[in-house]
């Protein structure tokens, strides 16, 4: 295979948005020949690219090599599942699936290591965040004991969540911000830290917004080391912040407006604390700032190419579809704190969130509608 032909599954926003990219030539070696869509238009892409109105109609065709799913949330799981079966390639958008046990159906249908499964966690890509993993395994920073991220820069306006009847709503959408929005957040947050042992949320429900799902949380995790983290956001706040803090034995990194500066201990705090005869000052630090590239513009782009190397090349995918587990299991978790009002034993239990999902959709008054991602 030179040329990968590719079928998107979902015209909304996001998927007319990857079209229009891979039709203009951003990810060489890749010809956009399919999409499907139930209600968008289809003609507007060229005659060179057929219209399904259905998405397992496209992947049933034999016209595409891969598959790239941008529908709405629950739809991604059997999507995905379908085309995996079918032999494609798979680049889903996140979420993988909306619960847990969906997303290890999903995760188990990839048998064929030949066939390349990616979620896209399109952050992952941007320098700064890539620069801080590597600081974290290098061992540069120490031993993390606190992390602390309030990322409320995903403000949405109730025009938003009325522009799809799928969004904001149990049976349409799973959740609120911990589904749509943050995905991309728990995804770095545990890509970073690895996951926790145990958390404790608090979801306010509606609380901006005409919604049923949640608008803001705010959550509390725990860490096999003895590491704590606290985790803030919402889609009610104006500006917004995205800050990282982390504190750690050779002392604080901040992550904010694409810049990382780190207060680097001269000796690690642990062994100061242990050796200093000063009963009140702190270990002197350097003050640095750490350069990073600004490529917020491209990191769509970036996952689609990677996806397009690790088919043609076999690079490494940046974010492997299984992946998509860990984040999709932080949101459920925090959900279920708050639905009993207790803190959550990691790993979570996915059945028993998938029941207490389901009966969240019986109970809902909203309709799910019918609309496009």
Not at 69 to 87: D, R
Not at 315 to 339: K, R
Request: charged fraction near 20%; aromatic fraction near 6%; include cysteine.
């Amino acid at each position: 295979m030179n040329t990968i032909r590719l079928g998107i599954a979902g015209l909304g926003s996001m998927g007319n948005g990857h079209a229009r990219k891979i039709l203009a030539g951003a990810v060489p070696r890749m010809k956009l020949v399919a999409v499907a869509d139930p209600v968008s238009d289809l003609s507007g892409f060229g005659p060179e690219v057929e219209g399904f109105t259905s998405s397992e109609e496209m992947i049933r065709s034999g016209k595409i090599d891969a598959v790239l799913i941008v529908t709405p949330h629950f739809s991604h799981t059997s999507l995905g599942i379908a085309a995996l079966e079918q032999g494609l390639h798979v680049l889903v958008e996140k979420p993988i699936s909306v619960h847990k046990a969906d997303a290890e159906r999903l995760i188990a249908a990839h048998k064929n290591p030949k066939q390349v499964f990616a979620a896209m966690f399109n952050m992952r890509s941007l320098p700064p965040y890539q620069k801080l993993r590597s600081l974290i395994q290098s061992g540069e920073l120490g031993e993390i004991q606190r992390i602390n991220w309030i990322i409320t820069t995903w403000f949405r306006s109730d025009a938003y969540y009325k522009s799809g009847g799928w969004r904001a709503t149990w049976e349409g959408e799973g959740g609120g911000v911990l589904l749509n929005q943050c995905p991309h957040n728990l995804d770095l947050l545990q890509w970073l830290f690895g996951m926790p042992t145990r958390l404790r949320a608090h979801c306010r429900l509606g609380r901006y917004h005409n919604i049923e799902v949640e608008d803001e949380v705010t959550a509390y995790l725990e860490y096999a080391n003895g590491a704590t983290g606290v985790f803030i956001t919402s889609t009610g706040e104006a500006p917004g912040t995205n800050r990282l803090e982390i504190s750690a034995d050779r002392g604080r990194i901040i992550l904010e407006n694409n810049t990382i500066q780190w207060a680097r201990t001269e000796v690690p705090v642990g062994e100061y604390c242990r050796t200093t005869e000063n009963r009140f000052g702190g270990p002197g630090v350097w003050n640095v700032e750490i350069p990073v590239a600004n490529d917020d513009h491209n990191q769509h782009v970036n996952i689609i190419r990677n996806f397009a190397e690790a088919i043609l090349d076999g690079v490494p995918v940046i974010a492997p579809g299984a992946d998509g587990l860990q984040s999709v299991e932080l949101a459920n978790a925090m959900l279920m704190s708050q639905f009993l009002d207790q803190a959550i034993e990691m790993p979570l239990d996915g059945a028993a969130y998938e029941r207490m999902l389901e009966k969240k959709i019986c109970e809902s008054r909203a309709k799910k509608g019918t609309a496009n991602a």
